[in-house]
């Protein structure tokens, strides 16, 4: 035991004598130090502090910008000098509200230890010019277009008077797209006309024009509200993109690949958080954008974690705590994030576990702020196998210390779309990563785990419902759709969009009729009901009941607003009456309103290819294998294009890919089948007419073809099997009788 103690007493006798020598070291490292802080020059504007300013501070802070004062100069930034230390100092200024080290974000405004070190050593030691020769240049700012003259410039319908007092605005000002053809927009810029009194700014695309027809009395001066719903039709079309901008963000560029469409009949739905100046102060937005002649060449989705079904915070509470979790279906890429709450949003946590149990920081904000909040996207994209979790936890602070509460004393505050109700949202941008290019669309199955989630926490949700429905459609797993559809009308028997979408899902299935009588309620319900209208000609023209489809899609163009589709729609229905020359007249008004639409690419070069006309009808169908390699319809039209040319193993290659992405298409396989036969290849001609007589059992032609390569091949006994269906299906099938015969005759 005293061997024990001495050497303890040892040990601490050395710890407490590397204390001293350490305690000396650091005195006389900060000795030296500070001699060397006294040998050191002051800052001074021109040298140091300018250049700081003007890459970090002058986007807000100029003359007309965002900031309450320009630091542009330096009489300016003398005169604001201690207050700049101050907000610098406590990292208030510049505006960044992430914890270093949880997340790796690009564009990091957070000023480094230096920066803040020189403007504080500058304020203290006199705030010095120095040579005004060095001042760098400063950055020009005329309020003007950035990039340019935009492509297109919209405006709001009417300006705008904002109070001179009172609490926050949120104001949704809508803006129709007023060209007839569909443009990809790779840059966006918001003229706020007044941006001293924008805090920020959302973009939303109204797909339907549905915020318009919610609100026909006065859309034209705004709509009051945080967040609006917008109806995206009965498409999977999911918004995207981060359209976020603050006056310090002058220009929106998105990532090359990535641009977002405009469509004929699209609003833009431009949401303002507008803060009083003490004076009256009048609004008249402009929004710019850039177009970019290709479209999306990558495509992103936006989901949420979130449980404002949960916030009902108690008066005086000071740590109420809200949490969500989702599991990811597949391999995404997290390009960006947005945490988003009110005045009461306090810490605001989110990450990821991967299957392997590691877990990984997508953000955390220990102080929320909403005035400061933003979009903040990664340095690079941060990659999460299939099965991660993603974890949100949001904690709020309802009490009187809360120095952003809205109300004194505190209230009882639930979630809702005004400013002092509360929400609790955790945005991703998500990029799907390692996707099978023949499969389906992969960002319906993360739609289809996103809604299952939603639903799972509020049943009754029809927005989660439908958008749930129209996952599984687009997926192709129609009798879950359907069943997701219908319980929807148990609730809202006369819905337009639900009634149009359980006919899409029931057409699907195969039920034609039951999806002709959800269509036609669709129409009766009393809305404009374009999407049903649409189908219902369609499948009209499906079912070669061409005058009633002809019928339908002149209604169409009467009740709504002609786009590319319904006029390409109309063309087939046109071109199937025997009527090419108005049928391609109709394509080429659906072109001229898109030139990427792929039915009538399609659709205008079959026509060029019944006149013989191949090399006019190839160049359509090139484009439209570019715009959608997907389309088994272009790539089979193709085919016949180079067979017409004499290139009949580029029309093989084409085939083939037709017959993968349509494997239960007959007339694929059997056109398929005539090309192998044709290149003397009669085992496989053979086998490929066998599969489209499995998928269409009573077409005499595909008996009778099939009998003539047997014939061909030796193979009389089968030969004479196939030509006898053939007959047997149309007795009168002149080319069947005349083999058979041939046969015969031929004593074989």
């Given at each position: 035991?005293?061997?024990r ?54 986007s ?8 309450p004062?320009?630091?542009l ?12 230390m ?13 914890e ?6 690009a ?6 230890d ?18 005004a ?15 340019g ?15 001179a ?7 949704n ?21 007044t ?28 709509v ?11 498409k999977?079309?999911?918004?995207s ?5 603050k006056?310090?963000?002058p ?9 977002w469409r405009l ?15 003490g004076?009256?102060e ?14 999306p060449?990558?495509?992103p ?13 108690p ?9 969500d979790e989702?599991t ?6 997290v ?11 306090h810490?605001m ?20 702020d ?9 340095r ?14 949001y ?23 005004r400013s002092e109700?509360e929400?609790?949202?955790l945005?991703?941008q ?16 993360l ?33 879950e ?15 337009a969009r ?8 029931l ?28 189908d219902l ?14 019928m339908d ?8 607003t ?20 108005d049928a ?24 060029e290819l ?5 090399d006019?009808?190839?160049e359509?169908l ?6 959608d ?12 294009a180079?067979a ?7 029309a ?9 992405l349509?494997?239960d298409d ?5 056109a398929l ?31 009778n ?5 047997l014939l ?7 030969a004479?099997a ?18 058979l015969?041939?046969l ?5």
């Amino acid at each position: 035991m005293k061997n024990r103690a001495y050497l303890a007493a040892a040990v601490l006798a050395a710890v407490s004598f590397a204390f001293l020598q350490s305690a000396h070291v650091a005195a006389v490292h900060a000795a030296q130090s500070a001699q060397a802080d006294s040998a050191k020059p002051a800052p001074t504007w021109s040298h140091d502090i300018a250049p700081i300013v003007y890459r970090r501070c002058a986007s807000c802070h100029h003359p007309g910008g965002a900031g309450p004062f320009s630091l542009l100069t330096y009489a300016d930034a003398r005169r604001w000098g201690p207050q700049v230390m101050a907000v610098t100092q406590s990292h208030f200024m510049p505006p960044w509200l992430p914890e270093p080290g949880y997340g790796d974000f690009a564009d990091v405004r957070r000023l480094s230890d230096h920066e803040t070190e020189l403007i504080r050593d500058w304020v203290k030691a006199g705030m010095a010019e120095g040579d005004a020769a060095q001042t760098p240049a400063p950055p020009h700012f005329d309020g003007g277009w950035v990039m340019g003259k935009p492509d297109l410039i919209l405006k709001v319908e009417r300006p705008y008077t904002l109070g001179a007092s009172g609490t926050d605005v949120f104001r949704n000002f809508i803006l129709p797209y007023p060209l007839a053809e569909t443009h990809y927009i790779k840059a966006m810029q918001i003229l706020p006309g007044t941006p001293q009194i924008v805090h920020h700014a959302n973009i939303t695309i109204d797909r339907t024009g549905s915020m318009r027809r919610q609100n026909p009395a006065t859309w034209r001066e705004g709509v009051t509200g945080m967040e609006m719903y917008v109806d995206a039709g009965n498409k999977f079309d999911p918004d995207s993109h981060f359209l976020f901008w603050k006056p310090d963000s002058p220009a929106l560029v998105e990532p090359k690949g990535m641009p977002w469409r405009l469509d004929p009949g699209n609003d833009l739905i431009l949401n303002m958080h507008l803060k009083p100046s003490g004076k009256p102060e009048t609004l008249d937005a402009q929004v710019g954008l850039y177009f970019v002649d290709t479209g999306p060449t990558s495509q992103p989705m936006l989901i949420s974690l979130e449980r404002d079904d949960k916030l009902d915070i108690p008066a005086g509470a000071k740590d109420f705590v809200v949490t969500d979790e989702l599991t990811l279906p597949i391999d995404v890429e997290v390009l960006g994030v947005y945490p988003h709450a009110h005045y009461l949003g306090h810490d605001m946590q989110g990450w990821a576990v991967l299957p392997s149990g590691e877990k990984k920081w997508l953000i955390w904000i220990r102080d929320w702020d909403i005035d400061r909040q933003s979009i903040y996207r990664y340095r690079e994209p941060l990659m999460l196998p299939k099965g991660t979790v993603l974890h949100m936890r949001y904690s709020y602070d309802n009490s009187a210390g809360n120095v952003h509460n809205p109300h004194a004393p505190p209230v009882r505050v639930r979630a809702g779309n005004r400013s002092e109700d509360e929400m609790g949202h955790l945005w991703l941008q998500l990029l799907p990563a390692h996707a099978d290019a023949g499969g389906p669309d992969p960002r319906l199955a993360l739609e289809e785990a996103w809604m299952r989630s939603r639903v799972s926490k509020t049943p009754n949700d029809d927005v989660s419902l439908y958008n749930l429905g129209t996952a599984l459609a687009g997926e192709r797993k129609f009798d879950e759709a359907v069943r997701v559809y219908r319980g929807i009308l148990r609730q809202t028997p006369h819905d337009a969009r639900t009634l149009t979408s359980l006919g899409v899902a029931l057409d699907g299935e195969g039920d034609l009729r039951g999806a002709e009588e959800q269509f036609r309620a669709a129409v009766s319900a009393g809305a404009p009901a374009c999407d049903a209208r649409f189908d219902l000609a369609n499948l009209e023209l499906r079912q070669q009941k061409v005058k009633n489809a002809e019928m339908d899609f002149r209604a169409l163009m009467a009740a709504c607003t002609p786009d590319a589709e319904t006029h390409a729609g109309l063309a087939a229905t046109l071109a199937n009456e025997g009527r090419s020359d108005d049928a391609a007249s109709e394509f080429g008004e659906a072109l001229k309103l898109a030139p990427d639409n792929e039915a009538a690419l399609v659709g205008i070069a079959s026509i060029e290819l019944d006149g013989n006309r191949a090399d006019a009808a190839m160049e359509h169908l090139k484009h439209a294998v570019d715009v959608d390699g997907s389309s088994a319809d272009a790539h089979e039209e193709l085919a016949r294009a180079y067979a017409m040319t004499g290139d009949q193993q580029k029309a093989l290659e084409e085939l083939r890919s037709a017959a993968r992405l349509k494997p239960d298409d007959a007339q694929v396989h059997s056109a398929l089948s005539q090309v192998l036969a044709a290149q003397g290849d009669l085992a496989s001609a053979i086998e490929e007419q066998r599969t489209a007589l499995r998928l269409a059992e009573n077409d005499p032609d595909g008996w009778n073809n099939l009998g003539v390569m047997l014939l061909r091949s030796g193979k009389t006994v089968e030969a004479k099997a196939a030509l006898e269906r053939a007959l047997h299906l149309q007795p009168d099938h002149a080319a069947a009788r005349a083999n058979l015969e041939r046969l015969k005759n031929s004593g074989r």
